[in-house]
């Protein structure tokens, strides 16, 4: 079966995968602000646009295609699921005694950025279904 | 939903900075208790805070203990500060000991007063996270009207 393109591919699939990566590096930089105060605890984030390069297509692939429900996923697929954490920068001249690695001022301000990000990814999306619905309804 | 986790993670949050604001209040407000249940002037508490993993399934049992996977926070235990008593000279006391030196409680109000800042400023740090998953979350439902 041929998997649909230009008109459901590739943007909306993108932004899909964007709020996804977005709404999970919010969990986690909201997991780091709650344990701001914890001793040992380090701050872990998600490499939001490390994640996205990897989506981008290089020219002309070959996909495979899923005839039964019990088929692995192809590769590609398999990959949009997976959220890949990374530690995240430890404060160069930090003087806290107990082991925590967490910026708050950086993580308040990856905070802001995230929810920015994501906000403007969900009105992209927003439009983006606007104008098919317009394209559909013969600009009526 | 991520997000879902991601307000009762700050939830936690919020919850661990109150309990934590409770202790220093009733340790500034015991600043001169000198009779406890235990015996002895009072003890000034202070709370542990230790991060729980999420972990509702394998993989979220097996990411915890790679210690790569978002964790709430939760009070570990109370904890009573094991400093001595200051004593203080107060012969007409009725607790005063038989050279009239009063045991009152090690609780620096500087001290106390320090952590509640601290304590205010992480709630309110956690308040901004809980704001910013609602906002993106109301932002979300708005795709496709």
């Known amino acids: 079966m041929p998997q649909p393109t230009g008109l459901f591919d590739g943007t909306l699939s993108l932004l899909q995968r964007t709020l996804n990566l977005r709404s999970a590096q919010h969990q986690m930089l909201s997991a780091n602000i709650a344990n701001a105060d914890t001793p040992h605890y380090r701050s872990f984030e998600v490499a939001v646009e490390e994640e996205l390069r990897k989506l981008r297509p290089e020219g002309r692939r070959v996909e495979m295609a899923r005839t039964q429900n019990a088929h692995l996923p192809v590769p590609a697929a398999a990959a949009a699921d997976r959220v890949t954490l990374r530690p995240a920068a430890v404060p160069a001249f930090s003087l806290r005694a107990d082991g925590n690695t967490v910026d708050i001022d950086r993580a308040m301000g990856d905070l802001a950025e995230n929810t920015l990000k994501y906000k403007t990814s969900a009105q992209l999306l927003s439009a983006k279904l606007k104008s098919l619905k317009n394209v559909i309804q013969g600009g009526r | ?145």
């Open chain 2, 1 to 145: 939903m991520d997000l879902y986790d991601a307000l009762h993670t700050s939830s936690t949050g919020l919850a661990a900075q109150r309990l934590r604001m409770n202790l220093i209040s009733a340790n500034l407000a015991n600043v001169n208790t000198t009779r406890t249940p235990e015996g002895g002037p009072y003890r000034r508490k202070e709370v542990v805070f230790e991060a729980r993993p999420k972990a509702e399934s394998f993989r979220d049992l097996l990411r915890s203990r790679q210690n790569r996977r978002p964790a709430d926070v939760q009070a570990a235990r109370i904890i009573e500060d094991q400093r001595p008593p200051v004593l203080k000279f107060a012969p007409h006391h009725p607790d005063a000991d038989e050279t009239g030196y009063v045991a009152l409680p090690h609780v620096n109000v500087m001290e106390e007063m320090v952590n509640m800042i601290s304590a205010t400023r992480s709630y309110e740090a956690n308040i901004a996270a809980v704001r910013a998953a609602k906002d993106m979350a109301l932002k979300a439902l708005e795709i496709g009207k």
